[in-house]
């Protein structure tokens, strides 16, 4: 069995899963109402949580402790002063337990989120979105991941976070934006941004802009400004995904990361797998945020590779690239 560690956020999560590829535990402790008041993530807040909830969660797996064969933990991308608790902790546990570490990134972790209690890993062109990141990437396995598109200021996720601070609604902004549109209509044509440009890239700091605007004019309610700009966040990633399917279009295809869990993305998407005959892929809502069942997924296919980091080389890295795809 392998014991997984997740801090890279708001969430202290820790998972044991066996070689065999089965979830065995897996228990999450989130911090977002104590972030809520703040409209978004305080990273010094953040770390002292993490300092509380991980001991409490790493008590239940007791039990387990004489039969683990690794320790993996996430190390990058995130903030610097959670992903240094779960690496602490996940360098003590090793040395205690004489046992090898792994360190996983996150974002192959929201991709492995696909085969949590699965054997099979399928390679797949994947739309990662999450409060940090907005990527188009190929994955022919953890350790041959390419970029093809990213964000060039603000992330999908983030943009619902910040509009739902502009509006008061508290933090995570996702699903508070994503129930309030449903009671609204999409009465403002928010401009769809970098609508004329070829590029396969993102951006979201514009519309965001435009709904402060919206909001200012004091005219429309909070439910059609959540509608209207829910729309236009979608509409740009389709727009972008059929600009980039008239040259490469995949035979599988997922949607990953906390933002994947939104339902009119997912149906979005679901029409162009139709268009352009693709395999549609998407992780279990309860896997869609972050969680140590996905690290641990990634961390069970790094152990039977070998790939283990010794306690001295396994540092916390905020931010990490991939190789862009050609
Ligand atoms: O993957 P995740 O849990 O954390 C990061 O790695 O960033 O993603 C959290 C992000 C937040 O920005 C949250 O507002 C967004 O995902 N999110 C959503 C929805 N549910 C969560 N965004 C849009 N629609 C949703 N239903
Ligand atoms: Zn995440």
Known sequence: MILSIESSCDDSSIAITSLTNQ???????????????????????????HLQALPKILEETIPYLEKLKAIAVTNAPGLSVTLNEGVMMAKALSISLNIPLIGVNHLIGHIYSLFINKDEIKDMMVLLVSG?????????????????????????GESFDKVAKMLGLGYPGGPIIEQLAKKGEAKIKFPIPLKQSNEIKFSYSGLKNAVRLAILEGKYSKEDIACSFQKAAIEHIIMKLKKLFKTTTPKNFAIVGGASANFIL?????????????????????????????IGRVGVEMYKNGDF?????????????????Q
Do not use: W
């Open 23 to 49: 979830l065995i535990f897996h228990k999450k402790i989130s911090q977002e109402i104590a972030h809520s008041k703040y409209g978004g993530v305080v990273p010094e807040l953040a770390s002292r949580l």
């Open 132 to 156: 940090g990141h907005t990527k188009i990437l190929i994955m022919n396995g953890y350790n041959n991941v390419k970029e093809i598109a990213s964000t060039i200021d603000d992330s999908f």
């Open 266 to 294: 997912r149906e979005e998407i679901k029409k162009l797998s139709q268009q352009y005959n693709f395999k549609l892929f998407y992780p279990d809502l309860s896997y869609c945020s972050d969680n140590a069942a996905m």
């Open 309 to 325: 980091c010794s306690y001295k080389e396994l540092k916390a890295y905020p931010r990490v690239e991939f190789q862009s795809y």
